[in-house]
């Protein structure tokens, strides 16, 4: 591998996508994308008798598919990199116990998805690992709770709110084989423009993925049209809108190729209640290693840049008054054959 | 007669309410806040029982009615006992919402299961 | 397929980032938050708060006529049938739908208070019945008004003693 401009890398190995995990729970089931995903569970509780134990559930059974349609065994993943929105990210941690595999934790809020793909990615190319595999999770209720208020409680949400996504996403990585593979990535630095509401994370996270698109840009000598599609991962739609007045008022031709987000695309707006879109670790997870890597298999898609964003607030330091500060990773995704 | 009266003073009030979170930008928690800091105020100023008299439950059933009775009850315990009463009063006159909440609540905590 | 291809000479690439100040990306955000639509939410608070108190106001009646209370008693059984009509509702999981439509409605009455309550006992449980249960009760935004909201009555009365200074002895 080596490093490009001052923060991205270039994976001249190449390492694979051998395959992917991604479940995801009912409600996730009734949006559009439902039939990319491996496993859509009926109840939110999935069967577990607490939301942080359905939490952990999701993560272990992600894993799990990730590695059996591989055709490896668990303890042939050297690393596990993984988080999740979680206090001391207990969901990963708990559900590692289960795998028993080495592990590394990330935190990067909703940017654990290409937070943990990149460090895989880099694991494999360096020659750390044969094999490494990247995890994320997230769930409703344990957000609500954690971040928010008891689930049960009755208060309005206002429409720039977002819904947490119920799910979980891996991806395991090889130094060959067939499937997509991980090209370059850039990591983010942590960028806050002092925006406080955190029933309004779009419009915090939105700079974050502005500064590290242009930054992947310049560090690779990249353009837009480099790509067939450049995908933030839960600005949904007020942060989405922002990033395009951002990119225009920086000059950036984000127009020669097309400009989604993952939390636009999870849920059907007009069916399901969630303001302004999803957000979640596991939003830019499943919709990544399901969706659009199935769009890729398909030959629709031939180079992709994934974008995930993330805020880093705690409930206390929002109640201490300070602002939302945000980061986001990007890892580029390119069908081919090793 | 009283139900119509209870009706349009209770909607006025969360009227209020709505307005302090929509247009003022409160979250819930301060809204209310200010609501029960209000009915305090009002039953200082001798408003809130004249209300309570014309429109019923309209004006005991939203919030600002406990702000209205923690003064109430630093009011009574004021007159009988001097300046100590308002430390003493204050719960006197609320305690049967409250025990009814606690109770009630950790009831539904045996017997209830979050739905998300 | 090149991974690093040059840019055509000539052509200056975006600067690497963000060059808006904090205070214009702000101003910028506020415009693109969706309006809220304050007018509907306040006619459905209104209808939803009032409906309440209409069933309160019943139930009240219920307690004069039926039960014998005095209309001054009757206060307190009224409130507390009402918090046990909320508190159900939580449990059902149906007060959180209300709530989302109704607003205020549904807060600023004394549902409210015990929903709040309610969906923090319910929620914690998985912590066990002492910390979690008991422990975070508390926890929904409730212990701020309670507190804040017997400061001010203390406050108002305090002003109310200087207003009537032959209280301060009592004995009335």
């Known amino acids: 591998m080596q490093l490009m401009g001052r923060q991205s890398w270039l994976f001249d190995r190449r390492p694979v996508i051998l395959a992917t995990g991604t479940v995801v729970g009912p409600f996730e089931g009734q949006g559009p994308l439902a039939a990319d995903f491996d496993h859509v569970h009926d109840e939110l509780s999935i069967g577990q008798d607490s939301w942080e134990k359905a939490e952990r559930a999701l993560f272990e059974e992600a894993a799990q598919l990730a590695a059996k349609k591989a055709g490896i065994a668990m303890d042939q993943v050297r690393f596990l990199v993984g988080g999740d929105l979680m206090n001391q990210i207990i969901s990963s941690t708990f559900a590692a116990r289960t795998l028993a595999v080495p592990f590394i934790g990330v935190f990067g809020a909703c940017s654990t998805s290409m937070l943990s793909l990149a460090t895989a990615a880099m694991l494999v190319d360096a020659g750390g690992a044969p094999y490494a595999m990247a995890v994320t999770c997230s769930h409703n209720a344990t957000a609500e709770k954690q971040f928010r208020y008891p689930t049960e409680y009755g208060s309005q949400k206002p429409p720039t709110a977002q819904f947490t996504v119920t799910g979980a996403g891996a991806a395991l990585l090889g130094r060959s084989g067939s499937g997509p593979v991980i090209t370059a990535a850039t990591i983010g630095k942590i960028v806050d423009f002092g925006v406080k509401d955190p029933f309004n994370m779009g419009a915090a996270m939105a700079p974050a993925a502005v500064d590290t698109i242009l930054a992947h840009m310049n560090d690779l000598n990249r353009s837009p049209d480099d790509y067939d599609l450049i995908v933030t991962g839960d600005l949904s739609k007020v942060g989405h809108r922002l990033a395009l007045e951002l990119f225009a008022r920086e000059g950036f031709p984000i127009d020669k190729t097309v400009y989604s987000d993952c939390g636009m695309m999870i849920y059907d707006y007009e069916k399901q209640n969630v303001q302004a879109g999803a957000s979640g670790c596991a939003c830019s997870a499943v919709v990544t290693y399901g969706h659009l890597l199935n769009r890729m298999k398909k030959g629709e898609l031939k180079r992709i840049l994934v974008v995930a964003t993330g805020a880093l607030l705690s409930t206390i330091s929002y109640q201490q008054g300070e602002s939302i500060p945000c980061i986001a990773h990007a890892v580029a995704i390119e069908s081919g054959v090793n | ?116 | 397929m090149a991974q690093n291809r040059k840019k055509p000479p000539g052509k200056k690439p975006p600067g690497r980032g963000v060059s808006l100040s904090p205070e214009e990306y702000r101003t910028l955000a506020k415009q693109a938050e969706p309006k809220r639509n304050a007018f509907a939410n306040a006619v459905r608070a209104f209808l939803v708060g009032g409906l309440i108190c209409v069933i309160g106001q019943l139930v009240q009646t219920v307690y004069i006529e039926w039960f014998g209370f005095e209309k001054k008693e009757a206060g307190n059984p009224t409130v507390a049938t009402m918090i046990l009509l909320s508190v159900l509702l939580t449990g059902f999981g149906v007060y959180d739908k209300i709530a989302q439509w109704a607003g205020a409605g549904t807060a600023v009455p004394v549902t409210g208070f015990a929903n709040s309550m309610a969906s923090a006992a319910i929620e914690h449980r998985s912590e066990g019945f002492v910390l979690g249960v008991g422990g975070k009760m508390f926890k929904g935004g409730r212990p701020g008004r309670s507190s804040f909201g017997t400061v001010a009555a203390f406050l108002v009365a305090i002003v109310y003693m200087m207003f009537h200074p032959e209280l301060i002895k009592g004995g009335k």
């Open chain 2, 1 to 116: 007669m009283d139900l119509v009266r209870a009706f349009l003073v209770g909607g006025t009030i969360c009227l209020v309410g709505q307005l302090l979170m929509d247009v003022f930008k409160m979250t819930a928690p301060y809204a209310m806040t200010a609501l029960v800091v209000s009915g305090a105020v009002l039953d200082g100023l001798g408003w809130y029982d004249p209300l309570i008299e014309f429109a019923g439950a309209g004006a005991t059933v939203p919030i600002t009615s406990f702000g209205n009775a923690l003064f109430h009850g630093a009011l009574q315990e004021l007159e009988r006992y001097g300046w100590i009463g308002i430390i003493t009063g204050m719960f006197e006159v609320t305690s049967a919402g409250i025990s009814a909440a606690i109770i009630f609540s950790f009831l539904a905590a045996l017997v209830f299961r979050p739905k998300g």
